[in-house]
């Protein structure tokens, strides 16, 4: 296996999410100061200073905190910073590897790692009816690698689903072809909870 070092898992790159936070960040931040001065003609100055100032402040954290989380593969390891820290799980250590979906208007293939100190979900992939958006070839090759280095079961069945998948890509083949948004019709034709994880059996049988 190459060892491809660091390698970003954002399935929307941030280039396209900052500008779209910056943008609801202001329109938050203005309708707090217009809150805030009514409520300071309302109620008093000072609680309207205290509100308006409170809620652009949530504005600019919410602004910050979302630009800030990543997620990113180095050498096996899955990171995914969030506001406050980063959670960090060896994928050859890892005592868990499931495959999520979320099924819904825009549907998700996200994959849960995790070990003792706690979980990393990374989506790779998201469909609606007729398209969709999925994780870089290079970030699939790079998980599927470092999946392929685990001894669970679980995590083997997946690094080939994740290998099948860059195959289907390559020829691009259509959606029904691909594994990814084979385990979103697995579990909408089921009938489960719109949130699920597969079985291992149902991620063995995303290659046939």
Known sequence: MADRGLVALDLVPPELIVPRLRVAGA?????????????????????GVALGAALVAM???????????RVWIDHGVVSRRGSFRVRRVNLSDATKVEVL???ARVSQVLIRVGDSSG????GVAMYTTDGGRELQPIALRAVADGLASSPLASALALSSVLVTQLRAEAREAGLSERPLYRAIDVVRTSGRAPATVLTDAEVAALTD
């Open 59 to 69: 504005a600019g954290f919410a602004v910050v905190s979302g630009g800030r989380r």
């Open 119 to 122: 979980d990393v979900t990374v």
């Open 101 to 103: 979906v979320r099924v």
């Open 27 to 47: 329109v938050f931040a203005v309708v707090g100061a217009v809150l805030g001065v009514v409520a300071g003609l309302l109620i008093s100055p000072y609680v």
